[in-house]
């Protein structure tokens, strides 16, 4: 008997990033946009999810991830979005999600006529940046809330990002939040990265907001 | 919190690994994981310690991991830089079209264990 050292040298998720890379595919030939909004709990995603499906000619579908309840399901299906929750509580309470669980919602879901589809990703600023859902495009949510230093502590979402939108500007007044030290610091992780500055409540950025999924090509 | 997801992925691989293999048991699982994670590793060793008694052949194991530091390459004038806090900007030259090199890891090494053949 003898000690043997056997190598192996993969990617870790390489399972969730082949299931990830079909699904880009999938849309692609669908020609369906699909975005990954992550974010902090309570940043705003769903109040934007909202207001884009109120002010956007096109069709939207939301899969949400929540590791309980449906409240965020309930409130974009009563704006008239169609939307599909995935709760990962029951199954061990995942606090991201897996492109193994967007292909398996996506088996339930009809897509007809939808344009943009958008992964409500688990509010947590850690773990969904680590794994791809499969995504055309990235987008991070940060309230101006949550302090310039965010983007420092939590590199990856920001770094895996092609746009951010920093929310809740209309609570800019009220603050002492320096906003251009918080850009800063998301250009030190991700020097390309794209900054909308929006308010779902005002209605400032929201322009920008759309223009840029308008123009967003498959 | 996202730790348990990966050992999960990882022990999937060095189980196919360990079961195409002539080896008796497993002793160790090597991974190389860049500091750009997030990743603790008391609580990947806390869910890889709880995993492998579930699965045959790896009651013993160790998981041993290599963490790799934050480098980036400047894609202008191709110096490399060693990133203490995170800026990804060439220490050289100040362009910040850099390129992260290392620190991005999250491999499976290894697996070593006792071969039976011998």
Not at chain 1, 19 to 25: M, Q, S
Not at chain 2, 25 to 37: D, Q
């Amino acid at each position: 008997m003898s000690q043997k050292e056997i190598k192996i040298m993969q990617k870790i998720l390489n399972v969730n990033d082949r299931i990830a890379d079909d699904l880009r595919t999938e849309m692609s030939k669908k020609g369906i946009v699909y975005i990954n909004l992550m974010s902090s709990p309570g940043s705003g995603k769903t109040k934007l999810l909202e207001k884009t499906a109120g002010a956007i000619r096109d069709k939207i579908f939301v899969i949400e991830g929540d590791i309980q309840t449906t409240l965020d399901a309930e409130r974009l299906a009563a704006a008239g979005v169609g939307v599909y929750q995935i709760n990962t509580g029951p199954f061990g309470g995942d606090c991201h999600l897996e492109a193994g669980w967007i292909r398996s919602a996506l088996e339930e879901i009809e897509l007809e006529n939808v344009k943009y589809l958008f992964v409500e990703n688990i509010g947590n600023l850690v773990c969904p940046a680590e794994f791809d859902v499969g995504a055309h495009i990235n987008v991070v949510v940060l309230s101006v809330t949550e302090g310039e230093e965010k983007p420092l502590k939590y590199p990856l979402a920001f770094r895996n990002s092609q746009l951010c939108l920093i929310s809740k500007t209309d609570l800019l007044p009220y603050l002492d939040i320096d906003l251009e030290m918080m850009k800063a610091n998301m250009r030190k992780i991700n020097p390309q990265i794209r900054i909308i500055e929006l308010s779902a409540k005002s209605g400032q950025g929201i322009q920008d907001w759309l223009d840029f999924l308008a123009e967003y090509k498959t | 919190m996202h730790e348990g997801a990966i050992v999960k992925s990882l022990l999937d691989i060095a189980n196919k690994s360990f079961t195409e293999s002539e080896l008796k048991e497993v002793n160790r699982v090597k991974v190389i994981i860049g500091k750009f994670h997030n990743i603790v590793n008391e609580v990947m060793e806390m869910h890889f310690d709880l995993m492998k008694k579930e699965i045959a052949g790896f009651e013993q194991a160790i998981l041993e991991i290599e963490e790799r530091d934050l480098i980036i390459q400047c894609r202008k004038c191709h110096k490399t830089t060693s990133l203490n806090d995170i800026n990804f900007a060439c220490s050289d030259c100040g362009s910040t079209d850099t390129e992260l090199i290392h620190g991005n890891e999250l491999y499976i090494a290894s697996i070593e264990g006792t071969d039976n053949t011998k």
